[in-house]
Each structure stands twice: as structure tokens, then as C-alpha cells.
């Protein structure tokens, strides 16, 4: 059975900080979705990777195989990066192959 | 990307009734799913979307329940049927472009039940 485990669950934090959320995963998972949910419940994908790193303004997603690990890096977060930040494993298995991490409930103070 | 167009965002319905979600996408997508989110939890695949024949449920959903339709490779419908206040979720529609592609979501249906 595929396993996402994320943390922190929760994670308050200053303007201008620098974030890192963390999602390990079990074998089988050979990519890592990253997405964003907004408090109305829309979800945007933010990144799909399976080895190294990407980067997207102030989002950085990293991926180390072998320790089977990835991390979400927000730079300069502001109180607009408030959001519920999940990990998805994908492995092909099942009809959309994906294993949902719980989430990543951040918030962004003034 | 795929952008996606979900209606309606939010919706207060009565017990007993029923209410169809719509999925609009811009462009032809082979992998279209439907997603149900419970109140702080993770999100649940209901089912996958089949262009022109019956979707193909999860375990725990049913047809008669939540029954799906996907007319072409662009648009979809949930209904969610004989509501209780149990089925009060965001049910988020999702599409992909192949096995190995990044996925994407609508702005998801907040539904609530009286």
C-alpha cells in the first residue's frame, strides 16, 4: 500500500520567512505532486516532479530519491502564501494513481 | 495547463434533494475524476469519468448515489443524490492529461446540507 506522510500539519509563521514543508513517501511512488488549496477549496497544482528540483517564483520543490523525501521551500512567504499545501504520490496503481498526503495547514502573519 | 470550470462553487441544499456539479475543461483530456473532500480530511477519488460509457466507481461509492456522466472529452457532470447532511464536502473535479502528467483541479463545489 502507498504511503504519504507530511509535516508539519500546521505551521504559523512570520512575513518574509522562510518556509519548508516536508513529505516522505514509500516505495512504488515515482513522482510527487505539490499542490496549493486555497480557503474556498480550489486546488492548483503547483509542481510535478520525479528527480531534482523546480522552481517557480518563490516556490522551490526538491526530490531525493533515494531517501525517498520531498520538500516544498516558499521564499519571502507573505500572508497571500496562506494555504493548505498537500503532497501527492503518484504510482500508477488504482484509477488516478495518486496518495494524498493530510495536508499542510500554513499561515502567513502580517 | 488545463483550465477548469466548476459549477456551482458553493450551494446550501435540503435534505432529501439532489444536485448536479458541472465540469467544464478547455481543451480535450483523456483522464477526467471526481474527487469528494470531507470537512479537515484528505481528499477521496469517487471515480473516474469515461468518456461515453459508465464511470468506474471506488470502493464506498455507488451509481446510484453519485452518478456520472461524460458526454464528450471536455465536460462532465456529478450528481449527488438524496443528500444527507453526511455528503456536505467540497467534491472537486480533476483532469489529467495522460498516466504520466501533471493533474488539475477545479476551483472544487462547496456543498452543505441542511
Known amino acids: 500500500k502507498n504511503e504519504v506522510e507530511q509535516s508539519p500539519q500546521n505551521l504559523t509563521a512570520q512575513e518574509g520567512e522562510f518556509i519548508t514543508i516536508n513529505c516522505s513517501y514509500s516505495?512504488?511512488?515515482?513522482?510527487l505532486h505539490w499542490l496549493q488549496q486555497h480557503p474556498g477549496g480550489g486546488i492548483v497544482s503547483l509542481f510535478m516532479?520525479?528527480?531534482g528540483k523546480k522552481k517557480h517564483g518563490r516556490l522551490i520543490a526538491t526530490i531525493n530519491i533515494q531517501e525517498k523525501h520531498s520538500s516544498l521551500h516558499i521564499t519571502a512567504s507573505h500572508p497571500r502564501d496562506s494555504a493548505v499545501y498537500i503532497c501527492?504520490?503518484?504510482?500508477?496503481?488504482?484509477?488516478?494513481?495518486?496518495?494524498f498526503g493530510k495536508g499542510t495547514h500554513l499561515i502567513i502573519q502580517p | 495547463s488545463a483550465v477548469i470550470s466548476q459549477k456551482p462553487s458553493r450551494d446550501i441544499c435540503q435534505r432529501g434533494t439532489s444536485l448536479t456539479i458541472q465540469c467544464q475543461v478547455d481543451?480535450?483530456?483523456?483522464?477526467m475524476f471526481w474527487y469528494r473532500q470531507q470537512p479537515g480530511q484528505s481528499l477521496t477519488l469517487i471515480a473516474t469519468?469515461?468518456?461515453?460509457?459508465?464511470?468506474?466507481?471506488e470502493s464506498g461509492f455507488v451509481i446510484d448515489k453519485f452518478p456520472i456522466s461524460r458526454p464528450n472529452l471536455t465536460f462532465s457532470t456529478l450528481t449527488v443524490s438524496n443528500m444527507s447532511p453526511e455528503d456536505s464536502s467540497i467534491y472537486l473535479c480533476?483532469?489529467?492529461?495522460?498516466?504520466?502528467?501533471?493533474?488539475?483541479f477545479g476551483d472544487g463545489t462547496r456543498l452543505s446540507i441542511l
Open positions: 516505495v512504488g511512488i515515482s513522482a
Open positions: 481543451s480535450q483530456v483523456t483522464m
Open positions: 516532479l520525479s528527480s
Open positions: 480533476s483532469v489529467r492529461g495522460g498516466s504520466n502528467q501533471p493533474q488539475h
Open positions: 469519468a469515461n468518456q461515453g460509457s459508465e464511470a468506474t466507481y
Open positions: 501527492a504520490g503518484y504510482s500508477g496503481g488504482g484509477a488516478d494513481g495518486l496518495t
